[in-house]
């Protein structure tokens, strides 16, 4: 079945950059995303890639996408406090009429002022 | 426009009782979904509805059913609530074309 994987936790000082990895096994995903949860919220979609894509990038954000080894990044430049969330790595499962969604377990992100 | 609304925002509830967790979407998305959020297991599909009138279990479902009765309405019912349904619980919703899913601010549901 689908697996993602992420690492639990990042920390990084203001400023840094933080690069966030996630790694699926379902080679015929046909799109791969990044949420965010802020504490006591729900989660907000901050982009998304195609997997005909290597890169998309939007303002601080830059999605790298490595199709032959199934891994996912996402880099945040310029990190700020208000970035402390947790990051969750999403694939969309095949299969014809399904929109489902894997998810990873979430990566959490502390920002070091 | 207010996107996904879940109700209650929180509820404590005794084992053994039934409870209805509301989900509504204003968006005329086709595809609605239940999650729940436990720490260090990430989110886990309960039930999903990919049209109105049809429903699906996810990777979770047992202890829970699901109506779609509408587009927009897509209640989770616990007809026993037990102590390991205490969770948070979030609603979402997608569009084919969009080809994204939306989710609701959550449901932080304890069972005693």
């Known amino acids: 079945g689908e697996d993602v994987e992420q690492s639990l936790f990042l920390s990084v000082r203001e400023g840094d950059s933080s690069v966030i990895n996630c790694t699926y096994t379902?080679?015929?995903?046909?799109?791969l995303y990044w949420y965010k949860q802020e504490p006591g919220a729900g989660l907000q979609l901050l982009t998304y890639i195609f997997s005909n894509m290597d890169m998309k990038q939007d303002q601080r954000l830059t999605v790298l996408l490595n199709k032959k080894d199934k891994h996912l990044s996402l880099r945040i430049a310029d990190t700020q406090t208000g970035d402390s969330a947790i990051y969750f790595c999403?694939?969309?499962?095949?299969?014809?009429?399904?929109?489902?969604?894997?998810f990873g377990k979430g990566t959490k992100l502390s920002v070091i002022p | 426009i207010a996107g996904i609304t879940q109700a209650p925002t929180s509820q404590i509830l005794a084992a053994g009782r039934r409870m209805t967790l509301r989900c509504t979407q204003d968006?005329?998305?086709?595809?609605m979904y239940w999650y729940r959020q436990d720490l260090g297991l990430g989110l886990r599909l309960i039930h999903y509805s990919n049209t109105a009138g049809t429903t699906g279990k996810g990777e979770v479902p047992d202890g829970y059913s699901v109506s779609r009765a509408n587009t927009d309405d897509f209640p989770l019912t616990l007809a026993s609530a037990v102590p390991s349904q205490t969770s948070v619980y979030f609603c979402a919703s997608s569009d084919q074309s969009a080809d994204t899913q939306y989710f609701g601010p959550g449901t932080r549901l304890t069972v005693l």
């Open positions: 379902d080679s015929s995903s046909t799109y």
């Open positions: 968006m005329r998305h086709n595809a």
């Open positions: 999403a694939e969309r499962n095949s299969g014809a009429g399904s929109y489902q969604l894997t």
